[in-house]
Every structure is written in structure tokens, then in C-alpha cells.
Nanobody, 117 residues
Framework: QVQVVESGGGLVQAGGSLTLSCAAT????????MGWYRQAPGNQRELVAH???????NYAESVKGRFTVSRDNAKNTVYLQMNSLKPEDTAVYYC???????????WGKGTLVTVSS
């Protein structure tokens, strides 16, 4: 059974930084894309950043230049370095991974990021 678990959320002041981590564990043959989505109260879940198995990155326009997604394939882990945080970045951040065998999509339970003004 595969599990995807996030860590690293919390409360930070505007302009500050946080790093989120997400590890996939269990019966994993290989992992395609991994990345992060977020959902603020009253909003739909949206893509924040994604990284392919080959290292290609995709970012939401709202986070370009401030957030960096990276992964450690040996550890089946994806990271999200968030700098220059804004109150509008406040949301629950969910990790996503597309994993073989399958492939199948897996989601973490989410980690809350709160940015105070």
C-alpha cells in the first residue's frame, strides 16, 4: 500500500519562508510526476508546482519566482521551498504523486500554511 505524507506547514509572517516536504512510501516501482496543489477556504484546489521524473518543472503564475519545487528520487520525496510568502498563499497544501504500479494518483492529507499580514 502506498502512502503520501506531507510535513512542514505552519504559521509564518508575510515575507517569510517555509519548506514543505512530501514522502511517498510503500510498494513503489517508480514515480512519474510529483508536486503540490493548494486549496484556500471557498476556493477550488489549484496547482502550485509540479516536477516530472526527468526534472521538468511547472508553476502556477502566482508563485513563479517565489516558490521552487524539487525532488529526491532516491528518497521518493518532493519539496516545495516557498519564499516571499504572501497572505494569499494561505491554504491547505496537498502533495500529489503519480506512481507505478498503475500508474495511479496518490494524494496526501494536506498541511496547512498560514501567512499572517
Amino acid at each position: 500500500q502506498v502512502q503520501v505524507v506531507e510535513s512542514g506547514g505552519g504559521l509564518v509572517q508575510a515575507g517569510g519562508s517555509l519548506t514543505l516536504s512530501c514522502a511517498a512510501t510503500g510498494s513503489i516501482f517508480s514515480i512519474n510526476a510529483m508536486g503540490w496543489y493548494r486549496q484556500a477556504p471557498g476556493n477550488q484546489r489549484e496547482l502550485v508546482a509540479h516536477i516530472s521524473s526527468g526534472g521538468s518543472r511547472n508553476y502556477a503564475e502566482s508563485v513563479k519566482g517565489r516558490f521552487t519545487v524539487s525532488r529526491d528520487n532516491a528518497k521518493n520525496t518532493v519539496y516545495l521551498q516557498m519564499n516571499s510568502l504572501k497572505p494569499e498563499d494561505t491554504a491547505v497544501y496537498y502533495c500529489h504523486a503519480n506512481i507505478f504500479p498503475g500508474p495511479m494518483d496518490y494524494w496526501g492529507k494536506g498541511t496547512l500554511v498560514t501567512v499572517s499580514s
